[in-house]
């Protein structure tokens, strides 16, 4: 496999974060639409399998990346502003790139000054009527809280990727096809769209030496043989059905516990570039679904003894 970048210019606001596995479940949706079921289901089969023709990160804003939640090696505090930036560490939730190379070689991380990448604004909308398919006489509002990338800092949104040579141009296509159609909830009214502006081949990510360890770049679902050890942070999934498995009566996935982007994992033994399964038996209404629990991880060296204190 090879790694490439792709940045993705978003033409407005979202409701639906980036993540890796719902960015791999609507471009299974895409490929389907461009090649039929039959092919889908010969995609899903090699996920299955373990030879996935590409793994993605989630998204992330401009050229940052998620923090390791790698413990500090431990010093005495004796000032101040030591116990300050021991507070801001455990509050950040990004990093550059650079301090994210950085910490994969195993260095000390001070707090870096990140301006906010996201902005939310609550946003109020019209109560339909499903039966009249106008405003009720009352004139109900609802609100939908939409998310907006700062543009004054941050002109993109990055997806990573590991990817088959022979599928990197189908895979720009795809994102491309995405784009145009929009990114989950209310992507028929224009939320989610984006257009690719770039795909290239990356390599700052190569293995530090002495690797012993991968730092996840987008959600989880772990197989029994992936590492176990290291420090990490879970998130519940409550998935929702998209397409016309949308309209389905019960259009809610049962909830999936995964580990999130930032997670680091204890291992030696080389990877293919990703972690993680296809987690089946996921939607109670629709039993041939799956969710993608496989994403990105990149190599990185820890130091060991802090490791050995933790288990």
């Known amino acids: 496999m090879k790694t490439v970048r792709l940045k993705l210019k978003p033409l407005g606001s979202y409701l639906t974060d980036w993540s890796s596995d719902t960015m791999t479940g609507a471009l299974l949706w895409v490929y389907s639409r461009r090649f039929g079921p039959a092919a889908l289901s010969q995609l899903i089969a090699a996920f299955r399998q373990n030879e ?3 793994v993605l990160s989630s998204g992330f ?17 004796t000032t101040l502003r030591q116990i300050e930036e021991g507070k ?24 870096e000054e990140i301006p906010k990448p996201l902005l939310t604004e609550v946003v109020l909308h019209n109560q339909v009527s499903r039966i009249s398919g106008s405003t009720s006489e ?6 939908v809280e939409e998310q ?13 990727a590991n990817v088959q040579p022979d599928w990197e141009d189908l895979l720009g296509e795809l994102f491309a096809d ?7 909830a209310r992507s028929s009214t224009g939320k989610g769209a984006f257009i690719v502006e770039e795909i290239a081949d990356f390599y700052g990510f190569s293995a530090p030496p002495g690797a012993n360890s991968y730092i996840l770049l987008g959600n989880i679902t772990p197989r029994a043989t992936d590492p176990a050890k290291g420090y990490f942070k879970v998130a519940i999934k409550r998935g929702k059905l998209g397409e016309e498995y ?30 993680g399964r296809f987690v089946e038996d996921i939607a109670p209404a629709a039993p041939q679904v799956v969710h993608c629990g496989m994403a990105m991880v990149t190599p990185a060296r820890l130091l060991q003894s802090r490791l050995e204190q933790k288990h």
């Open 138 to 143: 009352g004139g109900e509002l609802y609100s």
């Open 52 to 54: 996935p023709p590409f």
């Open 61 to 77: 804003p401009g050229d940052l990346l998620p923090r390791p939640f790698i413990p500090q090696p431990v010093q005495q505090i």
């Open 246 to 275: 949308a309209k389905l009566p019960n259009p809610f996935k049962k909830p999936l516990v995964m580990l999130v982007p930032g997670s680091v994992l204890y291992s030696t033994a080389p990877l293919a570039g990703w972690l």
């Open 178 to 184: 995405l784009g145009r159609t929009g990114l989950g």
């Open 148 to 160: 907006f990338l700062n543009i004054e800092h941050y002109q993109h949104i990055t997806v990573y």
């Open 88 to 111: 801001k560490l455990k509050k950040s939730q990004w990093v550059s790139l650079a301090m994210f190379n950085s910490l994969r070689q195993g260095q000390m991380h001070k707090p």
